[in-house]
């Protein structure tokens, strides 16, 4: 059996805490087959039997323990999971980015309270074990996409994306909007609005008409813009929250089968 098989199954006899090291617990993301199709806290692995990776998909979250020397790792949560995954298992997933506490990527649940794992230190006491899960309630926990992997996105539909997540949330835009100077309470601005198109965009979002309805239950938040475009020659990033705003007025306004001849008219 290939070593990309065994993702996800502790070593052969289990992990074992030796001198010096720390016991680390996590949330696992990848459930072992048990008797009742259910993932167990706390089960070792022994008698797993060797499936193709995708027998190990999860059924329910558990925890596994893994025992880390933090002698040698470096001091944050973060750290210790990097290494983990390096070392131990690849199967380990979690997101991070920034390893500065900026984009908020990392945050978990690190022994009971919501925090940053890149700006957490691990805690040195090696006589009880660190428990790490996921903060529940914030991730999308609803039915598994169609796969049950992934939420799939053409090319095409990927490139849509392009010139809106790059957004750095500066505000140069809104600040150098005349539409937002005078309405800051009705209009929402166009750094808003650009972070509101980069989600009714996403063709992997399921609530696209919501968030339309929400940006025009009252007109001036969306409609207010005058096409000025002051923000687009203002972003540093070169984007173009005019456009991005302009769009959504035509996806809120008309039909999609009118769309292209109403673009065609207005430009
Ligand atoms: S100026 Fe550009 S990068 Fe900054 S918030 Fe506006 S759209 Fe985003
Ligand atoms: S195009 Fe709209 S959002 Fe941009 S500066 Fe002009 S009024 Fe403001
Ligand atoms: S990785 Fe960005 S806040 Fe932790």
Redesign the pocket.
Known sequence: MGQSQRRGLPRAGGPSQGAGERRVCRTEVRAKPAADGAGREGEEGEGVPDLPVESHLPSRPFLQSFFVDLATSGPMVLDVLQRIKAEQDPSLSYRRSCREGICGSCAMNIDGLNNLACLKPIDNDASRPSMITPPSHVRRQGPRPGNGREYRQSPAERKKLDGLYECILCAC?SG?????WWNPESFL??ATLLQAYRWVSDSRDEYTAERLQALTEDRDKLHR????????ANCPKSLD??KA?ETMKQEHLYPSFLRPLHSTLSV
């Open positions: 835009c150098a909007c005349p539409e937002y601005g166009p813009c005058r096409r000025v475009g002051n923000c687009t929250p005019e705003i």
